[in-house]
């Protein structure tokens, strides 16, 4: 009999559990700006976890597309990370190595007895696909990079795998992609974008202006994707995603990311000289506006980084001008109009114990460290040859 006395209880259906809200909040922190993106990774690993994804389908088929530089590629490597425990637990296809249709023999290897049958393995073979696999996760990510380049062969191929989940090998074996989270992105619409980024070159657009480009570059790659793919193949992508042009609050918090970043790379790849690295307001300042370029998103950044930052470091090391354990201070100097690298030593007298003029001068150049100048101990320059 039906209870009719039963109560009612508002539900919160947005909130996930406790293995996706891990995802999402670990995405977050490495990816700037494209929440867009993020969200339906999140979502669709929810609905496989809890079992309910379509079956016979991979977990979830994405498309990125957008300017470049602005982490499509490295989205796909976040999963990974996330989920996998390892950036590069992401198996690539780079599409532009499959524009002729006999290349796709490379990736589903030859029928029995044609040539170079048994020579190599197919690149696309079950045990490449469960390869990163974990004991606790069996999800396998595969990155489709420059879809448009792709033959039509390659197309076949996908469109296949996106409808059934499977892959018939040249040896007619099954590959099963149903456990597999497929990623495609490409640079459609990249020439329209460029000229819409052009238009602000140099200056990064302020918050409102950006929406506004924001809207009218997604308008471009989705009218790309469309003149480009038949309508089978839209139907069956779960999300197409048109990745934001980078601002300056954007590449600002990407600085920092890579700024700790080039910290652990100092941790972790020089054994024996790990340094201790503090980048001044002023020296963050001066990388952002070199590495500032609206049309390049933060692959910019990352060269002024490398340029001006890790090149330097790297000399330093090389000519043992700083030593394991070694404080490394950078700050940007407006005479010279470049970064200035000062090691502050711990083994000498504190900095209020010497001379007068040494604290003034190193006031000028260390005002806006966040350690009040006046307790800290002397530093010595360095030139990083
Ligand atoms: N939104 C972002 N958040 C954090 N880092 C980013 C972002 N965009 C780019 N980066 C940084 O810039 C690098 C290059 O970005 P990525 O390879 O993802 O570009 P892309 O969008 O795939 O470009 P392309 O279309 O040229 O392939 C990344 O490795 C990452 O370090
Ligand atoms: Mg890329």
Redesign the pocket.
């Given at each position: 009999m039906l209870n009719t006395n039963r109560s009612k209880q508002s539900l919160d259906a947005s909130r996930v559990g406790s293995k996706a809200h891990d995802l999402a909040r670990r995405l977050r922190d490495?990816?700037?700006?494209?929440d867009e993106a993020i969200a339906p990774i999140v979502q669709m690993y929810q609905t496989h976890l809890v079992g309910l994804s379509s079956r016979g389908r991979p977990v979830a088929t994405f498309l990125?597309l957008?300017?470049?530089?602005?982490?499509?590629?490295?989205?796909?490597?976040a999963t990974a990370e996330a989920l996998l425990g390892n950036p590069g637990a992401v198996i690539k296809i780079d599409c532009a190595e499959f524009q002729h249709s006999h290349e796709i023999a490379k990736l589903i290897g030859s029928p029995p007895g044609y040539i170079g049958h048994r020579e190599s393995s197919p690149r696309l073979c079950q045990e490449t696909l469960d390869r990163h696999h974990t004991e606790s996760v069996q999800i396998s990510i595969v990155l489709f990079?420059?879809i448009e380049k792709a033959s039509d062969a390659l197309w076949n191929l996908l469109l296949g795998i996106l409808d059934k989940g499977t892959l018939t090998l040249g040896d007619n074996q099954r590959v099963d992609f149903s456990r597999s989270l497929i990623f495609m992105?490409?640079?459609l619409g990249?020439a329209e974008m460029n000229a819409l980024l052009s238009s602000r070159l140099g200056f990064a657009p302020p918050d409102r202006k950006n929406e506004r480009l924001g809207e009218r570059i997604t308008a471009s790659g989705v009218e790309a994707a469309r003149r480009r793919f038949t309508p089978e193949f839209m139907n069956r992508i779960d999300k197409i995603v048109v990745?934001k042009p980078?601002g300056t609050t954007?590449l600002e918090?990407?600085l920092d990311?890579?700024l700790n970043?080039v910290q652990r790379r100092l941790f972790q790849s020089t054994p024996g000289c790990a340094l201790e690295l503090h980048v001044s307001e002023t020296g963050k300042r001066y990388l952002l506006r070199e590495g500032t370029d609206t049309r390049y998103?933060?692959?910019h950044?990352?060269r002024a980084i490398d340029r001006l930052l890790v090149q330097p470091l790297a000399n330093l090391i090389a000519t043992e001008q700083v030593l394991d354990g070694d404080v490394v201070s950078v700050d940007f100097c407006s005479a010279s109009g470049e970064l200035l690298f000062w090691k502050e030593s711990t083994n000498q007298p504190r900095q209020e114990e010497v001379a007068v003029t040494t604290y003034e001068d190193a006031e000028i150049l260390h005002s806006d460290f966040a350690a009040p100048v006046r307790t800290m101990a002397p530093q010595t320059q360095l030139a990083p040859v």
């Open positions: 490495s990816i700037v700006g494209q990125f957008g300017p470049t530089g602005t982490g499509k590629t490295r989205i796909v490597e990079d420059e992105t490409g640079n990249a990745f980078l954007e918090k990407i990311i890579e970043a998103g933060a692959r950044l990352k």
